[in-house]
């Protein structure tokens, strides 16, 4: 019921936004024109290789990751200059294990700065690669820390200073799986690639000539690039074979802008497991599930009665601009026969009267003087607390080892609804409440980016463990981002 209301309320919102902003830009109208729409489905979804060099003691992982350019033919015939991880679009799976040692070696080969963050990991400030660790040109990065963290589906994206949204919508981005007793245990499909697989998706506008139609002005600043081609894993429309049986998909939304709401065409209820920060209690059943940019859900989907073969399609709305047919499944041939699993691990709670400080946070998207349309850039502000990002601004600082609640309003003024979805480096929260109603039971376990409507108010908790230092806290509509909506917390002792 509540999940229901939450989606209907989401939806509501979203097309009094789209009312607002439809006139300024609209997906599809604004002389991008699509190539040659590929013929589709018939392409194999790829599956990003899986780094797992685990040392013999398996007490370590070290890992190479070269970032580089490439280039890419979305369309037939027409090729489109991109960046990629150690490939030409996106990047491997690296894959270590709580308590392991982990290192990786970034090098950029680029010819501008870029950085190697892991989104979603607890770990040292200085390893976070925030906008604070740039790899310049040239050079290479080295972190080296302990992985303390729970079995979870994170991924890694660059975030140097202004420039984030620009390299993720060319290609850098990857994921990252944290494993432990608890996934071990677990009798859910674990072999990556066959019944364990991982998609990226995301949305991308392209020039007739074939390259990326990036921000083309200052509609997609306030915005968000909202593109009009579906990806994943890097393909338009492919097609992923799986066995009969569970299928277990890690969806990450890996859009710079746009908020997906995920389902299948025959409306079949899949199961929710895990989301940004690892397992639910229990699986939790759903038709659809919304996902803003940077957030993640795994879901377990039961092919069984699909024994012979069939044809499956995922579908992605993408709430201010199409609707899409991303990708077909074909079911073929026998898996495992498995039982959906009751329960998953302990229920985990973070008692709201641990918390020794309630922060607030006013995320504004407004214009000045009048809200005119038409206004030119310098009116409008994207802001937390009315401040833009500044670096050598600590804007919050917390007590190592303290518990705090903070309070998150998207407050839009007219014209500017716009959603937002906030996101805090190292720690994974938990969500409190919605505009004071408890959270629907796929977004109770751990969570390190919520998507905020206009006009509401999300109220999350966490404890802030082992490390101090400075880290972000951002809207990961990577637009807004890059443009100022983004804070650091200094954890001090
Ligand atoms: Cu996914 Cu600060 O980022
Ligand atoms: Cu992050
Ligand atoms: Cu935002």
Known sequence: MKRRTFLKRSLTALAIAGAGTGSLFLPGKSGFSATAEAKGFTTALPVPPLLDNLDKTGKSASFSINVQKGEVEFFPGKSTATLGYNGNFLGPTMRVRNGQRFRVKVNNTLSETTTLHL????????????????????????????????????????????????????????????????????????????????????????????????????????????????????????????????????????????????????????????????????????????????????????????????????????LRGGSFEAMRIAVKGTGKIRKMPRALRKGEKIDPSEATKTRRFIMETMSMGGGRMGMGMSGRRLTINGKKMDINRIDEKVKLNSTEIWEITNRSAMMMRMPHSMHLHDVQFHILSRNNNAPPLHEQGRKDTVLIMPGETVRIISRFR????????????????????????????
């Open 119 to 318: 989104h979603g990991l607890h770990l040292p400030a200085k390893w976070d690669g925030g906008p604070r660790q740039p790899v310049p040109p040239g050079t290479t990065w080295n972190p080296d820390f302990i992985i303390k963290q729970e079995a979870a589906t994170l991924w890694y994206h660059p975030h140097a200073m202004g420039l984030t949204g620009k390299q993720v919508y060319y290609g850098l981005a990857g994921l990252f799986f944290i494993e432990d007793e608890i996934s071990d245990r677990l009798d859910i499909p674990k072999t990556y690639g066959e019944d364990d697989i991982p998609l990226v998706i995301q949305d991308r506008r392209f020039f007739s000539s074939g390259q990326f139609a990036y921000v083309q002005g200052m509609h997609d600043t306030m915005n968000g690039v909202i593109g009009n081609h579906m990806l994943v894993n890097g393909v338009i429309k492919p097609t992923l074979t799986v066995p009969s049986g569970l299928v277990r998909l890690r969806l990450l939304n890996g859009s710079n802008s746009s908020i997906y709401k995920i389902a299948f065409d025959d409306k079949r209820i899949f199961n929710v497991i895990a989301s940004d920060g690892g397992f639910l209690e229990r699986p939790v059943p759903m038709k659809g599930i919304v996902l803003s940019p940077g957030e993640r859900a795994e879901i377990l989907v039961d092919f069984s009665r699909e024994s012979r073969y069939a044809i499956i399609s995922l579908l992605v709305d993408q």
């Open 466 to 493: 082992d490390y101090t230092g400075v880290y972000m806290y951002h809207c990961h509509l990577l637009e807004h981002e890059d443009n100022g909506m983004m804070g650091q917390f200094e954890v001090i002792t």
